[in-house]
């Protein structure tokens, strides 16, 4: 079921951003390689609520706050910290889970291909516990966090370049 909502809301993602206009793009929310969702001809999707540009919470017609559109941290080779810019989609997700104390998250740790299976499920790991950490930090309670890698076994990109490689140096925050 967690799967499925992420896909969605990747999907859905995915499409808004082919819809962009160059009067409110965030650079800071846009994906390398990312590619927009074909239209069929004559047909235009409902504008999307825009995100609040500092949390990249999305804001419903009545001004709730919904599930942030954000749900991937992103890491340098071979590193396991988290960024700045990382660590603002990680207080998005947190403020969401502290609106919302029902909603529990699987924070799912992600490697590229290079290095040995066993050396990226652990780099992985390292990076799905760094995020459920600061999580903690923010105030979400440990019993709501679970963590898991794949190591390299679920690339975002599949592809043998850095382009490929930099989407699946990831963490994935899933609600569930």
């Known amino acids: 079921m967690g799967f499925l909502r992420l896909s969605l809301v ?20 846009s994906s390398a390689g990312a590619q927009p969702a074909a239209r069929s001809a004559g047909a235009s999707p409902a ?13 419903g017609a009545s ?29 998005a997700n947190a403020e969401y889970l502290r609106q919302n104390p029902k909603v529990k998250v699987v924070v799912e740790g992600n490697a590229d291909e290079r290095g040995s299976a066993e050396y990226n499920v652990a780099l992985g790991q390292r990076r799905a516990d760094g995020v459920s950490k600061i999580m903690t930090l ?13 190591g ?3 690339p975002k990109v599949v592809g043998h370049d850095e382009s490929a490689w930099s989407q699946n140096r990831r963490s994935d925050i899933v609600f569930r």
Request: hydrophobic share 35%; proline share 6%; glycine share 6%.
């Open 10 to 29: 990747v999907v859905t993602a995915a499409a808004f951003a082919g819809c962009a206009t160059e009067g409110n793009q965030d650079s800071s929310n």
């Open 47 to 59: 504008p999307a609520p825009a995100p609040d540009s500092a949390t990249g919470i999305m804001m």
């Open 63 to 91: 001004g709730a706050k919904s599930a942030p559109m954000m749900h991937s941290i992103y890491y340098a080779y071979d590193r396991s910290e988290v960024t700045p810019e990382s660590r603002k989609v990680i207080e």
């Open 138 to 150: 923010l105030g979400i309670n440990s019993d709501r966090i679970e963590t898991v890698s794949f």
């Open 152 to 154: 390299k076994e679920k």
